[in-house]
């Protein structure tokens, strides 16, 4: 990648598109970031440049005055799509809806040039099906930034079926470039790291349906080694992007994911999380303090009735068990199905993407250390719940022949290389 010529555009000045370009011109690459909001485009921008040049901080503290002003100076905003023209990748970074997604591309038809790569930053949407709305399908992928993309190491490099082999080069390069740890994952609904954390997610909810309570649910998450839990992680994602994630999985994969009448409901009312300042529990913008909420609590009852709830109180090791054994059984899955090409890319994609313990290695290291026979027999006791806790059709076989994922001797290294047609 040619550093001096080389420019790129984000689409979306909301939090997620503040993010990218922050990174993007701290890391010396020119942007142009267009959004039809002015005002969206305003703060967006002003975030964008306060987020870049909080990490050129001396160690005063205090922001170097030139290198801020040769930050903001990278950064350029318009309100129309035409400045993109002279950019080299396109990130969009709007709202996790598809149609929305891709009548921007059709729009941009006429405006990027033919050679320009156009990428989304979707978590969960198939790029494969969304290129269908881009006149350069082998030039369209996924790149995957979490949030908050400012910080987090990881990015998700997503192949379509037509996508070309210099397409993901260069996006893996610009990770690189940007200080990010890039994996290629095939396409799927999910990909690689929003498919494995979406059975947590499902199975944290149902517990709670069924009586457990939330404070116990995110205690057993912690204990095990998660930086928070998945009921404070509803809240911090936003009910309303986890709601819009469950119905694409839902699509994706209808034997083990449904849509949960009480997410539909909390978004209805506008209990968004974090950012409404009220979710499973209340939030305190100004001090990021929160607290149980009575109304939260009156609603629950009403959906813990309907689901024949019991007052449930399983033990710790039930709630971890419930937790991360069909994550686990998910990750598999997405290796069987040639999601991702190596094991280590998966225990990478895990831990940078979902803080999964790095004490444990990675979810596969995980299962390599309490062995695939004992994973096979703890998750039989939950197979009255459905399919998330059927064995993947390899953990059979790799508990008959005391197989692993990894090598003994062999550490986890990630791999970057493009995935290839038949690879």
């Keep these: 990648m040619q550093s001096m010529a080389f420019r790129a555009g984000v689409l979306g000045a909301g939090q997620m598109g503040a993010g990218i370009a922050a990174t993007l011109i701290r890391s010396g690459v020119s942007t142009t970031m267009v959004d039809v909001n002015q005002d969206i485009l305003d703060s967006g921008s002003a975030r964008a440049r306060q987020l870049a040049a909080g990490r050129s901080k001396s160690t005063t503290g205090q922001a170097d005055a030139a290198e801020s002003a040769r930050i903001a100076s990278l950064l350029s905003t318009s309100t129309s799509p ?3 023209a002279d950019c080299n990748v396109v990130i969009e970074a709007v709202t996790e809806n598809e149609a929305i997604k891709t009548g921007i591309f059709e729009a941009l038809a006429g405006v990027l040039r033919d050679e320009a790569i156009l990428a989304s930053n979707t978590s969960t949407i198939p790029i494969s099906r969304m290129a269908r709305s881009w006149v350069h399908p082998e030039r369209f992928a996924g790149m995957h930034f979490f949030h908050p993309a400012q910080r987090m190491e990881l990015v998700e490099v997503i192949r379509g079926e037509q996508t070309d082999d210099q397409t993901v080069t260069t996006l893996v390069d610009l990770s690189r470039r940007l200080g990010k740890t890039p994996i290629v994952v095939r396409d799927c609904p999910g990909f690689l790291v929003t498919r494995v954390l979406f059975p947590y997610l499902s199975q944290a909810l149902e517990l709670l349906l069924e009586g457990v309570p939330m404070d116990a649910i ?8 998660m930086p928070t839990g998945p009921i ?3 809240d911090f994602i936003g009910l309303d992007t986890v709601l819009a994630i469950s119905r694409v999985m839902a699509e994706g994969y209808p034997d083990r994911v449904q849509t949960s009448p009480l997410l539909v409901e909390m978004v209805r009312l506008g209990r968004l999380g974090q950012k409404s300042g009220a979710g499973f529990r209340k939030h305190d913008r100004n001090e990021s303090r929160r607290a149980a909420d009575p109304a939260f609590e009156s609603l629950l009852r009403q959906y813990q009735h309907q689901h024949h709830a019991d007052s449930h109180s399983p033990a710790q090791e039930e709630i971890t068990d419930r937790l991360f054994l069909p994550m686990l059984l998910e990750a598999i899955r997405a290796v069987d199905d040639g999601i991702a090409r190596d094991p280590a890319d998966v225990d990478v994609g895990v831990t940078l993407g ?11 290291a995980w299962c390599d250390s309490e062995g695939a026979g004992a994973i096979m027999d703890r998750s039989a006791r939950y197979n009255y719940l459905g399919p ?3 064995p993947p059709a390899s953990l059979p076989r790799m508990a008959g022949t005391k197989g692993s994922f990894h090598a003994p001797t062999s550490p986890a290294t990630t791999v970057t290389m493009p995935l290839g047609p038949g690879s």
């Design 232 to 234: 404070a992680l509803y």
């Design 218 to 225: 995110d205690a057993a998450a912690v204990q095990f080694g």
């Design 388 to 390: 998330a806790f059927h």
């Design 354 to 364: 979902l803080a999964f313990p790095a004490s444990r290695g990675g979810i596969l």
């Design 82 to 84: 035409a400045p993109l």
